[in-house]
C-alpha cells in the first residue's frame, strides 16, 4: 500500500508509478594538453515526476483521511502550491499487504509544473501530470560546494588534479526539541539542526510515519548534527 502526499494533502488515489530522476551535476574541461577531464561533483538536485487521478466519484479503493473531496478542492491546493512560493514536504510512505513499513520517501520539494487532463472518453475523472524537484536552501548550497574544492594545476608537462576538503563543524546540535504551536518539522529542523531538508532524517529517528503531522507538547529528538 502507498500513501503520497503533497504538503498535508494525501493524494485519494496513488500514482501506478513516480519516476525520480537523479540529475547530474559533474563537470568537464579541456585541459591544456588537449585532453579532457571529467570533474566528479555531488548529485544535482533530483526530480520527481508522475501522474495521479482525482476521481469524481468516492471509489472503494479511494482514500479520504478527512472525508471525501471533490477535484476542485485538489485543484485549488495545487495551485496554491505553485504560487505559494514556498518549499513542502512531498511524502511516499510503503506498507506491505503484511502491514510491515517499507522505507519512506521524505523531502521538501517545490511544484515546477502540472498538467490538468479531463478526457471525456475515461469519464468525469481528472488527470494530473505533475513534476517537482528537491528544494535547498541557499546557505546549505552553498555549505555542500565549499565542501570539496577541485584545483587543477600544471607540474611541467604534468597535469596535477587535487581536491581541497574544508574542515566540518564541530557544532553539537540540542538532543530534544518540544514542539510548539504553529510548529512544523521542517521549521524544527532549520532552526535547530541549520538543515531544514533534514525532516525525513528526523522524522524516521523519532518513528513519525507522516512528518506532516506533529503536535504542541511532543518531544522530538534531534540526535546530533
Known amino acids: 500500500m502507498y500513501k503520497v502526499l503533497l504538503g498535508d494533502i494525501q493524494l485519494p488515489i496513488a500514482p501506478q508509478k513516480i519516476q525520480m530522476k537523479i540529475n547530474n551535476n559533474n563537470k568537464t574541461m579541456d585541459l591544456i594538453n588537449g585532453s579532457e577531464y571529467n570533474f566528479l561533483r555531488l548529485p544535482g538536485l533530483t526530480e520527481f515526476s508522475f501522474e495521479f487521478i482525482l476521481p469524481h466519484a468516492k471509489y472503494p479503493f479511494a482514500v479520504y483521511p478527512d472525508g471525501f473531496k471533490p477535484p476542485e478542492k485538489y485543484m485549488v491546493s495545487l495551485k496554491a502550491l505553485k504560487v505559494g512560493k514556498r518549499p513542502f514536504a512531498f511524502s511516499i510512505l510503503r506498507t506491505m499487504p503484511n502491514g510491515k513499513t517499507m522505507f519512506d520517501t521524505n523531502m521538501l520539494v517545490s511544484l515546477e509544473e502540472y498538467t490538468i487532463t479531463e478526457d471525456a472518453g475515461e469519464g468525469y475523472d481528472l488527470t494530473v501530470s505533475i513534476r517537482l524537484k528537491q528544494y535547498q536552501e541557499m546557505e546549505q548550497q552553498q555549505e555542500i560546494k565549499a565542501q570539496v574544492n577541485t584545483v587543477v594545476q600544471q607540474a611541467g608537462n604534468a597535469i596535477v588534479v587535487k581536491e581541497e576538503k574544508t574542515r566540518p563543524s564541530d557544532k553539537v546540535a540540542p538532543k530534544t526539541y518540544t514542539v510548539k504551536k504553529g510548529d512544523s518539522l521542517w521549521k524544527i529542523c532549520k532552526a535547530q ?33
Open 193 to 225: 539542526l541549520g538543515d531544514g531538508s533534514r525532516f525525513g532524517e528526523i522524522a524516521k529517528l523519532n518513528g513519525i510515519s507522516n512528518p506532516n503531522l506533529i503536535y504542541p507538547g511532543q518531544v522530538i529528538k534531534l540526535g546530533t548534527s
